[in-house]
């Protein structure tokens, strides 16, 4: 059974960086038809993607983020993190990774099949 | 991009169907048959419904549909049950560089 588990700081300083790791148990990071993925909920409001991540490092951003936003991978370890620079209030949310198959060519997906509980992150001095 | 829309909320009696639509545009739903959804409970984490518009995962209930027409897909659900009541996501697929982009979220309620 396949879990996903996000941690990291709960409170971070504005204007400092957000980091969190995701910790896949279960299966592999290194399978080539999975994609794994971060997304994000401010309080009372809905979901966003931020970013997704190949195990060979092959990353994608929303472009809303992207300038501040790095995702890495560590299969060694079987994680992969989350980086948010300059963080301001507007970046307090539920942040959430998760598995999305892809396929192989030309049987392509595009969802999120599991997800991580979620953490809570509060931007606040 | 921007969020797919969603009415703020649907609600219906125990028994009865109801649908939630999701409007996006001819560059996201219109575009590619990669509409999923996601049922999310108070405090907890999303949970694959739909995926590619109709195609429902291993262990979910089949009173849980999915349609698209156009720039707009639908989710159905019939026989509502209390258990129904939750926040629903619709997602498309957007582009090579915006991969996903979620709908506003509807929240169901059961009467």
């Known amino acids: 059974q396949l879990q996903l588990q996000e941690s990291g700081p709960g409170l971070v300083k504005p204007s400092e960086t957000l980091s969190l790791t995701c910790t896949v148990s279960g299966g592999s990071i290194s399978s080539n038809i999975y994609y794994w993925g971060w997304i994000r909920q401010p309080p009372g409001k809905g979901l966003e993607w931020i970013g997704t991540i190949y195990y060979s490092g092959s990353t994608y951003f929303n472009p809303s983020l992207k300038s501040r936003v790095a995702i890495s991978v560590d299969t060694s370890k079987n994680q992969f993190s989350l980086n948010l620079s300059s963080v301001t209030a507007a970046d307090t949310a539920v942040y959430y990774c998760a598995r999305e198959p892809r396929g192989i060519y030309p049987y392509y997906y595009y969802y999120m099949d599991v997800w991580g509980t979620g953490t809570t992150v509060t931007v606040s001095s | ?111």
């Open chain 2, 1 to 111: 991009q921007s969020a797919l829309t969603q009415p703020a909320s649907v609600s219906g009696s125990p028994g009865q169907s109801i649908t939630i639509s999701c409007t996006g545009t001819s560059s996201d739903i219109g575009r590619y048959n990669y509409v999923s959804w996601y049922q999310q409970h108070p405090g907890r984490a999303p949970k694959l419904m739909i995926y590619d518009v109709s195609n429902r995962p291993s262990g979910v209930s089949n009173r849980f549909s999915g349609s698209k027409s156009g720039n707009t897909a639908s989710l159905t659900i019939s026989g509502l049950q209390a258990e129904d009541e939750a926040d629903y996501y619709c997602n498309s697929f957007g582009s090579s560089s915006t991969l996903y982009v979620f709908g506003t979220g509807t929240k169901v309620t059961v009467l």
